[in-house]
């Protein structure tokens, strides 16, 4: 079955580490989106890419970094520069374009910074 | 600035009622506006939304979209304890660097009593 994969579903970290999300897709989506999802919160996009080889930043990507080497692949890593690192973290993926249904979202990383 | 307001942020009701939900966008390069739902974890699509004035339906939920004030609104008839979730507005860019990308607005957290 095609689909988005997010791992780990929880993951602690502790103060001044980096971290790295991973997100994988067999959709054979062109785009990939990050967003981050705190309490009472919609979501807020990180980085997102529309192609291999290419991303732009978001509306929150000041203390973290992605890489977009392979199509199936958008690996998000929290730098320890992120101040408030403790969020739900979302992936996402569609064609090009994001026509249609929009997009197909990974079940989601719950970071926690202890 | 881009923006999505959606209101009411939180809305309690009791199972049979109505409720509307509301959502306004500033949002350059718009091309569309979807509706999801989130429960737990990933949100899942509603509706899709190209055209003022067309409803679209989907059992007890319909939507419709005012491109002339910038405005959507979600109904849900006769509520059911299923239906507590927080729903998101999402217009979509539509040119260049925000094709495809979604704007998510903070959601309306719905609570449904039996």
């Known amino acids: 079955d095609g689909g988005i994969t997010q791992s780990p579903k929880y993951l602690f970290r502790k103060e001044g580490q980096n971290v790295t999300l991973s997100c994988e897709q067999n959709?054979?989506?062109?785009?990939m989106y990050w967003y981050r999802q705190d309490p009472g919160q919609g979501l807020r996009l990180i980085y997102y890419?529309?192609?291999?080889?290419?991303?732009q930043k978001g509306d929150i990507a000041e203390g973290y970094s992605v890489s977009r080497e392979k199509k199936e692949s958008f690996p998000l890593t929290v730098t320890s520069a992120q101040k408030n690192p403790t969020a739900f973290y979302l992936c996402?993926?569609?064609?090009?374009?994001?026509?249609?249904?929009?997009?197909?979202f990974g079940s989601g990383t719950r970071l926690t910074v202890v | 600035e881009d923006k999505v307001v959606q209101s009411p942020l939180s809305l309690v009701v009791h199972e049979g009622d109505t409720v509307t939900l509301n959502c306004s966008y500033e949002?350059?390069?718009?091309?569309?506006l979807l509706w999801y739902k989130q429960e737990k974890k990933a949100p899942t699509f509603l509706f899709m939304l190209?055209?003022?004035?067309i409803e679209k339906k989907s059992g007890r939920l319909s939507s419709i979209l005012d491109k002339k004030e910038l405005f959507s609104i979600l109904n849900i008839t006769a509520t059911q304890t299923g239906d507590s979730a927080i729903y998101l507005c999402?217009?979509?860019?539509?040119?260049?660097?925000?094709?495809?990308?979604?704007?998510f607005g903070r959601g309306t957290q719905l609570t449904v009593w039996p």
């Open positions: 996402a993926s569609s064609i090009a374009g994001g026509q249609e249904n929009g997009y197909t």
């Open positions: 959709l054979n989506h062109d785009a």
């Open positions: 890419s529309q192609i291999v080889n290419d991303f």
């Open positions: 949002v350059t390069n718009f091309r569309s």
């Open positions: 190209t055209s003022s004035g």
């Open positions: 999402a217009p979509r860019g539509g040119r260049g660097s925000t094709l495809g990308r979604l704007y």
